[in-house]
């Protein structure tokens, strides 16, 4: 029997036992039928990295047993990849992610497994979209956030998804009452200010792990920033042609 | 005593043991200081991956005993976050990344080890180039690619690098004298078609590994799968903004 009920791909990169993932989950269900293939473990920070040198495993998993849910051993570009080849055996009709646990805004977007995971359903030409928390807690809140991912996925089924971009929605940590509504923006450009952690292993040896600052410095109106510090849902359409074409005149006056 | 020679940062994604990156280093040490970090083992297709949930090492490398030369347990970008951070303490004043064993054209460029780390210079604010050669043989011949490098090198130490990009520099398996030029191309349309064996291993279990054919279907004159195809080394001009300002007002319609 034909089903017109849109085929949902839902993945994330805080892995498969995310409570992000859960409350994704719950709030796209109505709109069709879900499929879901998530990483075994975090992959947060993963970024658009897939696995070449080495095998995958995909697992059904046990912890949604109303859906066809499996784990792959991979990141969350490894994921897609993996359930439109062997799971799905087609492209799903939306795909969605998230919904991570901490924010995506700004230069993050490069560093996100949540982000990339769209990134790579947009070139494979599905309509996806990432969704990120403003709030790094494993127990964080989602109920807020489930009402953003409710009218963006109403939106995306009703309208024509642009080619060649995937939506990048960040919310701000507030209960939906608090939200003030939602604002298509522009990628602030803002970045970490690295530092690292370096201390001594039991053995006298020193190690290094990264920290650092978010300088959240470009606030004009249009950016994602100003739109999160104000208590907005921010939606970035993020694209993947990365050719800065500004420069193309300048850099042929080389004379190269 | 003060040295006016550029400090040059030098990186890859293929791992210290690579030929490329012993091919880089001979080509632009000519043309200022090199300091190495890269890492241990191959890196290939980490993309913009960081690593947050583990802990970095920095060893001194002796396969390079004249230069300061490091390796690091992590990502490519994890390599020029230590660099600048805990090895130099300051930013270089070039950061070449490869060469790579293996093309980085068109959307490449995502899933590149080597290009994210050029990519993650630019965020710095450090003018990076990343080098790639189409030739995936772990012994690829890259005298022509070292012809290349000293033409790109060149350029960049005499002119203003434009702000906010670096470059991608894709360079045809040929010899010197038969490479046609060098042209500066915007990032063709052309993806990969992915694939997976799918294989048992000793256990009857089963286990999938990527392979995919890429498909060069755009290959408009101005584009770097243009150039390569015609002999030529191709440069794109690579930025970290991901916004689809062209679809900013198209996306404010949906009402959203």
Not at 141 to 146: K, L, P, T
Request: glycine share 8%; proline share 5%.
């Amino acid at each position: 029997m034909a089903n017109d009920r849109p085929l949902i791909l839902v993945t994330n990169d805080d892995g498969i036992q995310a409570k992000g993932l859960r409350s994704l989950i719950e709030a796209v269900e109505t709109f069709g039928d879900v499929v879901i293939v998530a990483p075994d473990k975090p992959q947060s920070g993963m970024g658009h990295a897939i696995t070449v040198n080495n095998i995958l495993r995909l697992n059904k998993s046990t912890l949604y047993p109303n859906y066809d849910a499996f784990t792959c051993t991979g990141t969350p570009v490894d994921c897609v990849k993996l359930a439109i080849s062997q799971v799905l055996h087609r492209k799903p009709d939306v795909l969605v992610s998230g919904i991570n646990h901490g924010e995506n805004s700004a230069s993050n977007v490069l560093y996100s497994g949540t982000m990339s995971a769209a990134v790579e359903g947009a070139m494979e030409d599905i309509p996806s979209i990432g969704f990120s928390l403003l709030d790094f807690d494993a127990d964080a809140d989602f109920s807020g956030s489930q009402w953003a991912v409710r009218k963006v996925m109403d939106k995306v089924l009703k309208n024509q998804f642009p080619k060649g971009m995937c939506l990048n929605v960040n919310i701000p940590q507030l209960p939906e009452g608090e939200i003030q509504g939602i604002k298509i923006c522009r990628q602030a450009k803002a970045y970490w200010e690295d530092s690292f952690d370096k201390r001594q292993d039991q053995f006298g040896k020193p190690y290094y792990w990264l920290k650092g600052e978010f300088n959240r410095s470009d606030r004009s109106e249009d950016t994602d920033i100003w739109a999160l510090d104000h208590g907005y849902v921010s939606i970035v359409p993020t694209q993947f042609d990365m050719t800065a074409y500004h420069a193309v005149s300048e850099i042929n006056q080389w004379d190269i």
